[in-house]
């Protein structure tokens, strides 16, 4: 069974700063999906970027870029110039590949806030 | 169009109340999911349709009963309920899990209160 770690219950950073939030993995899978998903106080889950394990290149959308080393099953969020707008839950998510397998195994989430 | 609708918002139901959750997508999924989720909390799934046939069903409670239309639609059927059940449920769509593109696409869920 796949575990996910999220060792930050809740962090802080000022407005226009950088913040990295932590998540680790254990799998005995060597393919697999990476999330990280936001769910600010609107309830929704947003995706903010996904990984492919097969792919050595860091994935980036915007302000948005993980840091993934698979060796070490570590795959963090780092938030560029943030806005009040990023004050939310941030959850990694794991999934596994191949037909059936549909269950994400979320980490228990990091309480971000965005302080003016 | 990258949404997923789920209506009511908001919903207060007594124990012996029967009463219905909808989501809708239009985005070609066929997978669609129920998730239940509490305060300060993970989602838990609950059930995942592929292709409008029931998976997975997470050892569910009967008193909650999934239903899928159609392609775009998924409902769940709440009777019975206990305070405990009083959480965010949290409907999701993804393409299945034969593709590659397998991420999953949420509503902003239905907050329940079970009075």
């Known amino acids: 069974a796949q575990t996910v770690t999220q060792s930050q219950p809740e962090m802080s950073v000022q407005e226009a700063e950088t913040v990295t939030l932590s998540c680790t993995y254990d799998?005995?899978?060597?393919?697999?999906?990476l999330f990280w998903y936001k769910q600010p106080p609107s309830r929704q889950m947003i995706l903010v970027i996904r990984?492919?394990?097969?792919?050595?290149q860091n994935a980036t959308e915007n302000r948005f870029s993980v840091n993934f080393q698979k060796a070490a099953k570590s795959f963090s969020l780092k938030i560029s110039d943030s806005q009040l707008g990023d004050t939310a839950m941030y959850f990694c998510?794991?999934?596994?590949?191949?037909?059936?397998?549909?269950?994400?195994?979320f980490g228990k989430g990091t309480k971000l806030s965005v302080i003016p | 169009d990258t949404e997923v609708t789920q209506t009511p918002k908001h919903l207060v139901m007594g124990m012996t109340n029967k009463k219905s959750l909808k989501c809708e997508q239009h985005?070609?999924?066929?997978?669609m999911y129920w998730y239940k989720q509490k305060a300060k909390k993970p989602p838990e799934l609950m059930f995942v349709?592929?292709?409008?046939?029931?998976?997975i069903n997470e050892s569910v409670p009967s008193r909650f009963s999934p239903e899928c239309p159609n392609s775009s639609l998924l409902n769940l059927h709440l009777h019975a309920l206990q305070p405990e059940d009083s959480a965010l449920y949290l409907c999701?769509?993804?393409?299945?899990?034969?593709?590659?593109?397998?991420?999953?696409?949420f509503g902003q869920g239905t907050r329940l209160t079970v009075v």
């Open positions: 999701a769509s993804s393409h299945p899990s034969d593709r590659a593109n397998t991420e999953a696409f």
């Open positions: 799998t005995s899978e060597s393919n697999y999906y």
């Open positions: 990984q492919e394990a097969y792919k050595q």
């Open positions: 998510a794991f999934r596994a590949p191949g037909a059936g397998s549909y269950q994400l195994t």
């Open positions: 985005m070609g999924h066929r997978a």
């Open positions: 349709y592929s292709y409008e046939k029931l998976s």
